[in-house]
């Protein structure tokens, strides 16, 4: 969501002041640990805490979740630190929807026998690997000091309550560094002076600050400001200077479609208040949606569409839009225009309406879902159910085994699950690899 609906739960300031370095040492490495004791923070609170009973034993006020939060950073970095960013090569982190090799495979259990006692997980993927590592050796731990020591309610490894946090804890990370692993952990022993300087320069209030009201009427400077800001305002000055994208219908539906994405779905009514991880989610996720049924406007065009949108927002509000922008060219328009041509190729080939009147549509073998291609090889098929946890190997893709799909895309589809075969039997969309994050 975008960060003017944020919740600061640890402070720059508060970080910096516990933990054991000068300012001037801290890493990429420590500002990613800061960023997640707040992401982290906000996740148990609002998705895991909420939904328990009132009357339940593993409840916590907000500072207890700040200090388990922070505990659980802390114990993680030491974790990357050692292993992935020290005595391992494999590099898990920063290849997180990359599968391994064989060689790859023997390393991770060499390494595993020699630091963890043999205990390695059944794995065939650097995130599902991952996870099992920071649930084990990270979040499982953590989680028992804390609720033993500090909350004085004792709970064993296997106790179900124990088991479902921990499970949330390692999700709630690995999404995490699919949001902000690239940015920090590519190069975590780069210096952060600066971008704790930043911060530290716009406290006390840190991301709440950035929640500035509507200012009062009878301040008319500042609401004359307010309004040059606003989303709608700003939508309907750049189709004023920029007419020719009210001509094609393409254009006119996508950027009406954006503005009520911003507007309805964001809740946000300031375009300086903008962040663009939201935008990678609409990429990722909401775009290629609606690109599928539009015929009238191409992936390029889109990019230019937003090219000049973003320019002219910068122009507007003095924003750096236009610079992180640049940073989905080679990445998200590339593989969004990819998959997008393999799924109306499909889908030309293998219509709806025909799966729909088809006897296998209502069989109640199929399976809905998103099934990532973890194998593509000699040896078959093999696809893996992201939410359901499933493997399906030696799978028969008609059709779509004849298309340029690659190992990681994700297939939102239906498959038919027997004793004796897996079959797909429709694809609804292809998200490629880098999309992941958004799916689960």
Not at 84 to 105: D, M, Q, R, Y
Request: charged share 30%.
């Amino acid at each position: 969501m975008a960060e003017q609906s944020k919740k600061t739960y640890m402070t720059a300031q508060e970080f910096v002041d516990s933990w054991e370095k000068e300012i001037y040492e801290l890493t990429h490495l420590d500002y990613f640990t800061y960023l997640l004791i707040n992401e982290l923070s906000s996740s148990l609170e609002n998705d895991y805490f909420k939904k328990l009973p009132d009357d339940s034993a593993m409840l916590l006020h907000t500072h207890e979740i700040t200090a388990l939060s922070f505990s659980i950073a802390d114990n993680l970095q030491s974790f990357l630190e050692k292993n992935c960013f020290g005595g391992c090569s494999l590099g898990c982190p920063n290849k997180l929807s990359k599968p391994f090799t064989e060689e790859e495979n023997k390393k991770r259990v060499e390494f595993i026998n020699m630091e963890f006692d043999g205990k390695a997980a059944d794995c065939n993927s650097r995130e599902e690997c991952l996870y099992y590592d920071i649930m084990t050796y990270v979040a499982t731990d953590t989680l028992l000091d804390f609720y033993n020591f500090e909350i004085g309610l004792h709970l064993g490894e296997d106790d179900p309550p124990l088991k479902s946090i921990s499970s949330f804890v390692a999700k709630t990370i690995i999404r995490f560094i699919y949001k902000q692993g690239r940015e920090w952990l590519t190069s975590p022993n780069e210096l952060a002076f600066e971008l704790f300087q930043d911060i530290l320069e716009r406290e006390p209030g840190g991301w709440e600050e950035t929640l500035l009201d509507m200012p009062d009427e009878e301040d008319e400077t500042e609401a004359w400001k307010y309004q040059y800001r606003r989303v709608d305002y700003i939508f309907e000055s750049f189709l004023r200077e920029n007419p020719e994208y009210m001509v094609r219908d393409g254009y006119r539906k996508i950027i009406t479609f954006f503005e009520n994405y911003l507007k309805d779905y964001l809740g946000l009514q300031r375009m300086d208040l903008f962040d663009m991880d939201d935008f990678d989610e609409f990429l990722s996720l909401i775009l290629p949606q609606q690109l599928l049924t539009e015929e009238e406007i191409t992936v390029r065009e889109t990019h230019t569409l937003f090219y000049h949108l973003f320019k002219f927002a910068d122009q507007s509000l003095g924003g750096q839009l236009l610079s992180e922008f640049s940073r989905f060219i080679d990445d998200k328009f590339s593989e969004m225009d990819r998959t997008l041509d393999i799924v109306r190729r499909y889908q030309q080939q293998n219509p709806l309406i025909d799966f729909l009147l088809s006897d296998q549509a209502g069989d109640p073998d199929v399976h809905e879902g998103y099934f990532e291609i973890t194998q593509w090889d000699a040896t078959g098929i093999t696809l893996f159910d992201i939410h359901m946890k499933n493997y399906y190997h030696s799978v028969q893709m008609p059709v779509l085994s004849a298309l340029p799909i690659t190992r990681g895309d994700i297939l939102q589809a239906q498959i038919l699950v027997k004793d004796d075969y897996v079959r797909l039997l429709f694809v609804d969309m292809v998200y490629p690899a880098n999309s992941r994050y958004y799916l689960f």
